[in-house]
């Protein structure tokens, strides 16, 4: 995986955000250019169609592409200060112009926009361990309503289980017998158990 790819893995442009962050548009999408402070070589960000990103570092005094920096196996004082500020350019890109997005079932999608418009409440990332996984939680008390999971269904039983993503929500205690069925609803496990339900 190239080092764009770690940088960027899980992350959409915000094309609002890179405007605002000093994108331009052309041609080719849009385009952002900055002076890397220590070599003063030129690096131009692409950001095109289907979240496809291009860079290019080129030397000012030859006018040609540098990419030794692109090379961990290259080592060496200057190299490894122009691999050091391009990292730096794009995890800040990545940062400040890209969204996460780790879930990519569209009923998961739809919910998360949901509670976005309606409460204004976004999903927090806790577990380095599990960077598939996210919260919801009430602002005035700092209590977990939901959990989004990516996991293997078969930890649930069914028989036929593959990687999905799971919503664990708080319901009102009595209306759980009503509606568990083992099949699309299961007992919650990783909030209130008396409360909790989890949907596959």
Not at 29 to 43: A, E, Q, R, Y
Not at 60 to 65: A, D, G, K, L
Not at 101 to 126: A, H, M, S
């Amino acid at each position: 995986m190239s080092l764009v790819d770690q940088i960027f893995k899980n992350k959409i442009a915000n094309q609002s955000k890179l405007i605002a962050y000093g994108f331009e548009r052309s041609n080719s999408g849009l385009k952002f250019v900055t002076i890397l402070p220590d070599s003063k070589f030129k690096m131009t960000i692409v950001i095109g169609k289907n979240n496809l990103i291009t860079t290019l570092v080129v030397d000012p005094v030859t006018n040609t592409p540098y990419t030794l920096h692109l090379s961990n196996s290259n080592v060496g004082g200057f190299v490894e200060g122009v691999r050091h500020d391009y990292q730096t350019v794009l995890k800040s890109i990545a940062e400040h112009c890209f969204d996460t997005e780790i879930f990519k079932n569209p009923q998961t999608k739809q919910l998360i926009e949901y509670v976005r418009k309606r409460y204004g409440d976004e999903l927090e990332f806790l577990w380095q361990k599990s960077p598939n996984n996210a919260i919801w939680r009430r602002p005035d008390t700092q209590k977990w309503y939901a959990t989004i999971l990516t996991m293997d269904t078969h930890k649930l039983g069914v028989k036929n289980g593959h990687v999905d993503e799971i919503i664990d929500l708080r319901i009102q205690p009595g209306k759980m017998a009503d509606l568990v069925d083992n099949y699309q609803y299961f007992p919650g496990w990783h909030m209130n158990k008396k409360t909790g339900i989890r949907l596959c």
